[in-house]
Every structure is written in C-alpha cells, then in structure tokens.
C-alpha cells in the first residue's frame, strides 16, 4: 500500500520535473523528496524518473502511474473535502428518525424551521424500535427523537423536549384494565413486554414477556394478553384499540423525549437540528430547562 507521503511526492515531482522545486512546494529538503521516490521506486521495482536528464524525466511506467494515480488520488481528497464539509455545515440532508407520531409531529415541524433557517432538507420518518441505534451506528440517521435516558455508552441524549405521565398499556380484559390507576411496583407481577430504545419506569426486576420491533407490535401483544407495557400517555389518543386500556401509574416519573445521536458524529447539522428541536418544541431557555408537559 503506499503511503500518502509518498505519493504526494511522486505526483508534484512528475508535475515540477525538478527535485528543488519540488522540495519547496512540499517544504520538504531535496534530499528527502529523493528519498521518498527512491523508497517509492522500491515497492514497484522499476524506476520511475531518468535523473540524468535535465529537467527529470518520467520513465513509460512513471508516466503510467501517474495517469492512474491522479484521478484516484482526486477522489480520496473530494471525499475528505466532502466529508468536512459535512462536519461543520448545516446544508445537505439531515436524516431524522422518530419513535412515535406525537414525536413526530414535533419533527416534521423543527424540519420546517431548520429548512427556513440553515436551507438544508430535513428528511424525518418513522423507525422502528428495533432499527433505531442501529440507524445512528450506520449513519442512515443522523438525529434520533426518542425515549431518555439511552443505555448505550456510544449515544449522547440531547435535552428534554417532551415530557409526559407513563399510563400501562394493558388488554382490555386484563384485571388491571378496570382500575382507575396502577402503581408501578404492580408492574413486577406481570409479564412486560420487552422493546429496544423503551426505558421502564422502576429498576426492579420484572417477568419478562415476549419482544417486540415496534410499537405496533408492542400493542399487538399486549391486546393478546400476553404482557403488558408502560408507554407514554399520548399512546391513548396517537394509538387507540379496541384490546387495548390505557391505565395511568400514580408514582411512575414522567416518560421524557429528545434528540440522541452516535456521539463520534456529532456534527454541524446535528446540533443545528436540535437548537430548532427544541425552539420548536416551546422552550424559553436552552438545553437544560424541563421540556413542557404534553
């Protein structure tokens, strides 16, 4: 594999055809441009300039390799060009991904602003739980409105932008579906159905119940009997079944939302996108303050 030093070398050297000069376009002595080339020379294992002409001379095989390198070369720097570009601009697309409709109904709305202010396009559309870290890891998303906390070590959660009371989402023929409200230690007594990116509200543990990929699937057991789920009290009027009672938790903490994002790419557009996030979501200060209630 070669090294960039040395081809940079090899292609301002067939460029100059003179080592001084191209030792000072490089601002690199004479004698390392020629040891570079030599070295370069080396690993192909032909020469690749006539040193005693004046000026150099590119040998047939030089000549080719420089053709084939120069356009490789160019593409490498677009794509890092490119690349920062991407770091510290807040044009371009910024991918946005969503966990549930009331989420994003505040999406497609800082999508509007973030249009109006920074120009750029924002795409926002639904995932699935099951889809949604692993959309930040690839970069398919670039900013996920999801649940908070996020128990993974390699995401950032932003601030609060949305903050509501946690009902338990039970069957409609469920002992619990005819109370006027649950406790969360009653939790522990029956099966929770498990989905990635859904804190629970207590620490205890609980019988686990069958997983789910989404939220639809979540309610889809749940109606089923086979397990209950502590979902956001929005659920009742976003997501309304005729096998589904929404119970509210008396001493649950209130179910939080906000922007997360890989925090190895935490870029312009990210933080761009989140300052309009939260202007949307009605703060009157910055991060920090307690979202409003919804």
Excluded at 32 to 58: C, I, Y
Excluded at 205 to 217: I, L, W
Aim: proline residues 8%.
């Amino acid at each position: 594999m070669l090294e960039r030093q040395e081809t940079e070398t090899f292609l301002t050297l067939a460029e100059e055809l003179h080592f001084g000069r191209t030792a000072a376009r490089l601002r690199l002595s004479t004698a390392r441009v020629s040891q570079l080339v030599r070295q370069l020379e080396r690993r192909v294992g032909v020469p690749l300039f006539h040193r005693a002409s004046r000026p150099v001379r590119l040998t047939p095989i030089g000549a080719s390799l420089a053709r084939d390198l120069r356009p490789a070369v160019a593409a490498m720097d677009a794509a890092v060009d490119a690349a920062v570009a991407a770091g510290r601009g807040t044009g371009g697309e910024v991918h946005v991904g969503y966990l549930s409709a009331h989420v994003g109904r505040l999406a497609q709305r800082a999508a509007a602003l973030y249009a109006s202010r920074h120009g750029g396009v924002v795409r926002a559309h639904e995932v699935r739980l099951a889809e949604a870290l692993e959309g930040l890891r690839t970069g398919a998303l670039d900013v996920l409105l999801g649940h908070h906390p996020v128990a993974a070590p390699d995401m950032t959660a932003g601030p609060v932008l949305i903050s509501e009371p946690r009902v338990l989402a039970v069957a409609d023929r469920h002992p619990l579906a005819r109370r006027s409200s649950v406790h969360a230690r009653e939790l522990t007594r029956n099966p929770v159905i498990t989905a990635c990116c859904a804190p629970l509200p207590y620490e205890a543990d609980v019988p686990e119940g069958p997983g789910a990929d989404s939220f639809q699937e979540v309610l889809t057991l749940v109606g089923a009997g086979l397990g209950v789920f502590p979902a956001g009290a929005h659920a009742a009027d976003f997501y309304p079944r005729p096998d589904v009672v929404y119970v509210p938790i008396e001493d649950a903490p209130p179910l939080e939302w906000g922007p997360v994002w890989a925090t190895e790419a935490a870029t312009a557009k990210v933080r761009a996108f989140t300052e309009v996030a939260v202007e949307t979501a009605g703060y009157a200060e910055g991060p920090g303050v307690p979202g409003p209630s919804r």
